[in-house]
T-cell receptor
Framework: DAEITQSPRHKITETGRQVTLACHQT?????MFWYRQDLGHGLRLIHY???????NKGEVSDGYSVSRSNTEDLPLTLESAASSQTSVYFC??????????????FGQGTRLTVV | KQEVTQIPAALSVPEGENLVLNCSFT??????LQWFRQDPGKGLTSLLL?????REQTSGRLNASLDKSSGRSTLYIAASQPGDSATYLC????????????FGKGTTLSVSS
């Protein structure tokens, strides 16, 4: 079965370190997204991609970057981790056909703690 | 800027009740709306996707309706069960140009046996 997987599931890192969260999907979807989820804020969009070599900033992109070198993967990098980036991170993917979009499917999340 | 609101934030009901969760959005020019379920510590599971040309979608005991003109959607859960306890989220595309989703903050449902 097709799926979307995130790794690691849990990560503790120190302030100032560079961290990369992995996201891999086998749906062959062209759209991929990164969200963070925090109490009181809900899910907020960090970065997204509509295809290989395409990346776009979301609502809360400062301090994060992504690159899309193939269809399956969209790694999220925290350039210099800050305590404010302690959160649960979700990756998602979907497909577009004209103006009709398929369901978005989510990974199980990565819980990141910055100490 | 699209904004999504879900009311109520929390809901507690006894098993067997029929219930309605509400979702409203500010920009009615949406292509679709999606309802998700999230269990504690887990990812999001897609429940229903309604395209803009549809008014309703049904899956088992779940029925979602969409009224674009009024900027509203409802998720109806029939004969609720303790296993329905979770947070329910609705989401719409951020704008007409793309598919990135904007989420409401969710309704946390607790069904007691």
């Amino acid at each position: 079965d097709a799926e979307i997987t995130q790794s690691p599931r849990h990560k503790i890192t120190e302030t100032g370190r560079q961290v990369t969260l992995a996201c891999h999907q086998t749906w062959n979807h062209n759209n991929m997204f990164w969200y963070r989820q925090d109490l009181g804020h809900g899910l907020r969009l960090i970065h997204y991609s509509y295809g290989v070599h395409d990346t776009n900033k979301g609502e809360v992109s400062d301090g994060y970057s992504v690159s899309r070198s193939n269809t399956e993967d969209l790694p999220l990098t925290l350039e210099s981790a800050a305590s404010s980036q302690t959160s649960v991170y979700f990756c998602a993917s979907s497909e577009s056909t004209g103006r009709r979009n398929t369901e978005a499917f989510f990974g199980q999340g990565t819980r990141l703690t910055v100490v | 800027k699209q904004e999504v609101t879900q009311i109520p934030a929390a809901l507690s009901v006894p098993e067997g009740e029929n219930l309605v969760l509400n979702c409203s959005f500010t920009d009615s020019a949406i292509y679709n709306l999606q309802w998700f379920r999230q269990d504690p510590g887990k990812g999001l599971t897609s429940l229903l996707l309604i395209q803009s040309s549809q008014r309703e979608q049904t899956s088992g005991r779940l029925n979602a309706s969409l009224d674009k003109s009024s900027g509203r959607s409802t998720l109806y859960i029939a004969a609720s069960q303790p296993g329905d306890s979770a947070t329910y989220l609705c989401a719409v595309p951020a704008n007409q140009a793309g598919t990135a989703l904007i989420f409401g903050k969710g309704t946390t449902l607790s069904v007691s046996s």
